[in-house]
């Protein structure tokens, strides 16, 4: 297995440890699973809730033709 070697200010530092530890993780295993997008949070993406609705009123309903005859 790699190692590889970081530096991050002081208060993130802090930060990592207690979210490795509420997980009950290692550091090094915290950030494995950070870096492979494994990080077991279920959250919704930042900006998501701050979209919705953002195109109300621009989008236009397809027409909705009959399907396409299928050959036997």
């Not at 009950?24 to 900006?47: E, H, N, Q, T, Y």
């Amino acid at each position: 297995m790699a190692q590889i070697t970081i530096y991050v200010p002081d208060d993130v530092a802090r930060k990592i440890k207690r979210e490795a530890r509420l997980r009950k993780k290692s550091v090094s295993a915290f950030i494995a699973d950070l870096a492979a997008g494994r990080d077991g949070s279920r959250a919704w993406p930042k900006d998501f809730f701050r979209l919705q609705g953002a195109c109300r009123g621009t989008l236009v309903a397809p027409e909705d033709p009959p399907p396409d005859e299928v050959a036997l």
